[in-house]
């Protein structure tokens, strides 16, 4: 599984991206987290990144596109990857979209986490406080003047990503308000849920069936055979009304008995 998470800084991105790395056995790569152990171990990237994310701002699409280029081809990524805090402008979703194209690969799902902008001053002081008290350093960006520019930075060059995958049809949006457990299970269900099935239609019904034993591929393949197969019967059904109906004009003496009709005829008068 394949996914992006979206949402304003202090939305419960990383925290959320944890608990689905965990339930479905997939990588969480957070852009943030990598950025930071470049500063701390003081890496080229690092040095060019430090004071750019102490300030809030968003470090060049460049410096992150090359990070995720390298890391996705990891060998932990290849059951899939969940990201955190990337892509964070249109031309990062474009590149990722482009390495994806290159290893055959796509996006599953993108979820945006919703929450109210007036709260996440509120959150980023809650994780402050705890950072504090597990003796951890405080982050150089978690303050009131560098969180003002991230929240801009996100609106101005993050936020039309919503629309970006909006239009793709791959946007799932997340109330990320209430307590963190049922966030955590509202995403479950948005990405578990089956999909659309059209009532009554047998060959939607033959791929959702056939893809709970199938790999996606040949679940397709049977789909295909199972509308065919519905395509062909319907035909026969078809030429046998048509056969049946002309027979009864016939017999009504209105047109010409069909040609096999007839042969039938004239093989039950010859019988006697
Ligand atoms: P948050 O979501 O809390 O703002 P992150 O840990 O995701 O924090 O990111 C911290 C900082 O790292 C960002 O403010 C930015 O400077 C930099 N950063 C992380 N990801 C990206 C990215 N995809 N593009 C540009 N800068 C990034």
Redo the contacts with the bound molecule.
């Keep these: 599984m394949r996914l992006v998470l979206l949402?304003?800084?202090?939305?419960g991105?990383?925290t959320q991206a944890e608990k689905l790395a965990a339930r479905y056995g997939i990588a969480r790569l957070?852009?943030?987290?990598m950025?930071?152990a470049a500063v701390a171990a003081g890496t080229p990237i690092g040095q060019k990144?430090k004071d750019?994310?102490a300030r809030?701002?968003?470090?060049?699409?460049p410096?992150?596109i090359a990070i995720i280029a390298d890391r996705i081809k990891e060998p932990d990524c290849a059951k899939g990857f969940i990201l955190?805090?990337?892509?964070?402008?249109v031309a990062?979703a474009e590149a990722l979209e482009r390495l994806l194209a290159q290893r055959g690969l796509k996006l599953d799902a993108v979820v945006e986490i919703r929450v109210d902008e007036s709260i996440l001053i509120r959150r980023?002081e809650t994780r402050i406080g705890q950072m504090q008290a597990r003796g951890e350093a405080v982050?150089a960006?978690d303050n009131p003047e560098s969180l003002k520019q991230?929240l801009v930075?996100?609106r101005a060059q993050t936020a039309p990503l919503i629309d970006y995958y909006g239009k793709k049809g791959s946007l799932q949006t997340i109330d990320g308000m209430p307590p963190i457990e049922e966030v955590t299970q509202a995403i479950f269900r948005v990405l578990e849920k089956p999909a659309p099935a059209k009532a009554g239609s047998r060959p939607v019904q033959a791929r959702k069936k056939a893809s709970l034993k199938m790999p996606r591929q040949r679940a397709r393949k049977a789909a295909r055979k199972a509308k065919k197969k519905t395509r062909a019967r319907r035909a026969v059904a078809k030429a046998r009304k048509r056969v049946s109906v002309r027979r009864r004009t016939a017999k009504r003496g209105k047109v010409k008995a069909p040609k096999s009709a007839r042969k039938a005829a004239r093989g039950r008068s010859r019988r006697g």
């Design positions: 949402g304003p800084p202090g939305a991105k990383g957070s852009t943030g987290d950025l930071r990144a750019i994310m809030g701002e968003l470090v060049p699409d410096v992150v955190d805090g990337f892509p964070r402008t990062q980023i982050r960006d991230r930075a996100y």
